[in-house]
């Protein structure tokens, strides 16, 4: 199975810009549809961003559309959230995550593996 592990959050100004990273290990990354999702306090985990094996095809939550970018790079197993013009209401824990299906889903239940998170808090 895939380990998933986060990095690149932290404490950014209103408008500012962050890279989250998920490096993955045990199996190949290709192997898997990759999802960004992200909790803020007393909130249900929500979905953020999902790419396919190839990274041929992208998906956004609506609010994320225009301001976030996924990508993923299979040759270093690593999958990145690039987020633009951040908001206080992005203030969240931002996980990744990995599913074995073809197609993205924005649905927290089809994904079997997920990262232990990484804090993004935007705040003057």
């Known amino acids: 199975q895939v380990q998933l592990v986060e990095s690149g959050g932290g404490l950014v100004q209103p408008g500012g810009s962050l890279r989250l990273s998920c490096a993955a290990s045990g199996r190949p990354l290709s192997s898997y549809v990759m999802g960004w999702f992200r909790q803020a306090p007393g909130k249900e985990r929500e979905f953020v961003a999902g790419i396919r094996r190839n990274g041929g095809n992208t998906y956004y939550a609506d609010s994320m559309k225009g301001r976030f970018t996924i990508s993923r790079d299979n040759a270093k197993n690593t999958v990145y959230l690039q987020m633009n013009s951040l908001k206080p209401e992005d203030t969240a824990v931002y996980y990744c995550?990995?599913?074995?299906?073809?197609?993205?889903?924005?649905?927290?239940?089809?994904?079997?593996?997920w990262g232990q998170g990484t804090q993004v808090t935007v705040a003057s």
């Open positions: 995550a990995a599913d074995q299906s073809v197609a993205v889903v924005a649905a927290v239940s089809e994904y079997a593996y």
